[in-house]
């Protein structure tokens, strides 16, 4: 986004101003909990609005195109017009593009292979044409294996030069695996999936370092293409790959009450961004929507604590915005914030109503101090819906990792990405088992007809009440005398790189 584009987004905001915000009934827990607040039409329209942008804009709302500019216009003017004080973020990025990308299998036949279909160029790999044997790196087949294929430089040992390394995922950064075979000299990498479980068989996307670290080649592909592989006698391999790296500006949207304690913050937020393969409803227009939906709601409510909303940029290419927005803080403002709440996907077509497993007693993997509570009141909300919900794996995968690493307690809601429902949770939440959550996840068909508003309507519930009830009070969270508690004493939980939302870019 050019810096004129960026002043006319400013200009955009100083239209609007505070006398212009209508009187209406503040909303209430009571009411929230009764369904009787917040109406799933009204969220929809937002997400029409976002629809309409992507359909007007090459068909996405990614972070530096117009689509994402105009969505992030949008939710300033609603958001002005409510008497919310504004914000936009600028920051840069590293933008890849995939040009091209050929790949087939040379000897001992003739095989060519199908973009996006058996095969995904990584997200920051490398340019180039390369024809050459394949080199298996330090793999483990199997149920139950526990690979570290390509985590470290020793796997590499005697690696024959010049040849294509087939890297197994599990245990550390792919952008890891692939920079040690770049050390090692390889001409290109060829990543499969784990295939220690069901779920980590089939065909996989993955994003490399944004900083251009990795030159050469990098597909990921499924468990069964790298077995097949490997049943052939040394099998030769081509890729001609053209990929380009830009740097490109984008920006965040923030919003906050005019009123509450400054020095106890509730901040709320979701990624606006989607990918450019499409328009991104569910992800992440559904969180984005929500919350702008209960900001709204609550333009009248006289919190004791300040909220903030953030609509975060570049999620999707790295949590970049998030990550940006909370490196600008400075510690005392880092310890003003008592607590994040992540809203991404909350209205996946075969959904399940999942929270972040906060005190880890599920995955095992806990949040900062506090998280354990912030997840107790999602569930505690569930229940008195008269619904049930389940946990999901903190994990670094959305904007939420940002906060944590900074010692903030985190939470949220997830209905669900690529991953499949159980038998269990088609017994709980109705829709199929064995079925994707989202089969359009990352596609050009997360459409606004890729949504489940039933899902969406109680979600946003879910979002009204924690805002409502943090607002008044985040006592379960930290209490009052730990305010000015120096960010040195927070339990920071720092996940490793991600780069992607809910996509399984690290292999853990």
Request: glycine residues 8%; hydrophobic residues 40%.
């Amino acid at each position: 986004m050019s810096n004129h584009r960026l002043m006319l987004a400013f200009g955009l905001l100083s239209v609007f101003s505070y006398s212009e915000v209508s009187i209406a009934k503040p909303i209430s827990i009571d009411c929230v909990l009764q369904g009787t607040c917040i109406d799933g039409n009204n969220v929809m329209e937002h997400l029409k609005s976002f629809q309409g942008i992507a359909d007007a804009n090459k068909g996405n709302r990614a972070a530096g195109t117009t689509g994402h500019e105009l969505s992030g216009n949008y939710i300033a003017q609603k958001l002005l017009a409510a008497g919310y004080k504004v914000e936009l973020q600028p920051f840069t990025f590293m933008k890849f593009s995939k040009i091209s990308a050929k790949f087939h299998q040379v000897l001992p036949a003739e095989v060519p292979y199908e973009d996006e279909k058996e095969f995904n160029v990584m997200t920051y790999s490398g340019s180039g044409s390369v024809s050459a044997k394949v080199s298996a790196v330090d793999i483990q087949l199997g149920a139950g294996n526990t690979s570290t294929s390509g985590c470290e430089a020793e796997d590499f040992a005697n690696f024959p030069a010049g040849n294509i390394a087939l890297i197994q995922r599990g245990t550390c950064p792919f952008s890891q695996k692939v920079e040690n075979a770049q050390a090692a000299k390889a001409s290109g990498v060829v990543l499969f999936n784990q295939g220690n479980s069901a779920d980590r068989e089939e065909l996989f996307s993955g994003t490399l370092s944004e900083g251009g670290a990795v030159t050469i080649p990098a597909y990921a592909v499924s468990y069964q293409f790298a077995t097949n592989l490997l049943s052939l006698a040394e099998p030769v391999l081509s890729f001609e790959t053209h990929t380009k790296i830009e740097t490109k500006a984008s920006f965040n949207v923030i919003a906050e009450t005019i009123t509450g304690n400054p020095d106890n913050i509730v901040m709320i937020g979701a990624h606006l961004d989607s990918v450019e393969a499409g328009p991104g409803m569910n992800d992440n227009a559904s969180g984005s929507a929500a919350i702008l939906e209960v900001a709204i709601k609550m333009k009248n409510v006289k919190s004791n604590n300040k909220i903030r909303f953030g609509w975060f940029s570049a999620e999707e290419l790295g949590l970049i915005g998030s990550t940006k927005y909370v490196e600008a803080l400075s510690e005392a403002e880092k310890s003003k914030i008592a607590l994040y709440l992540n809203f991404d996907m909350i209205s996946s077509p075969n959904y399940k109503l999942s929270v972040y497993d906060g005190d880890g007693s599920k995955f095992g993997q806990k949040g900062p101090e506090g998280s354990g509570s912030i997840e107790q009141m999602f569930h505690n909300f569930y229940s008195t819906s008269d619904t049930t919900s389940v946990e999901t794996e903190l994990n670094g995968r959305s904007d939420y990792a940002s906060f944590s690493a900074a010692g903030i307690a985190v939470g949220g809601i997830f209905s669900g990405a690529e991953g499949k429902k159980t038998e269990e949770e088609a017994k709980l939440f109705g829709g199929t088992a064995n079925e994707a959550y989202d089969a359009c996840y990352h596609k050009a068909c997360d459409d606004i007809n890729n949504l489940n508003l039933e899902a969406l309507e109680l979600n946003t519930n879910a979002i009204a009440f924690m805002a409502l009830s943090y607002g008044h009070s985040t006592s379960t969270v930290r209490t009052v005398n730990k305010l000015a508690t120096s960010m040195r004493q927070r339990n920071k939980v720092v996940f490793e790189k991600h780069y992607h939302c809910n996509e399984e870019i690290l292999d853990m």
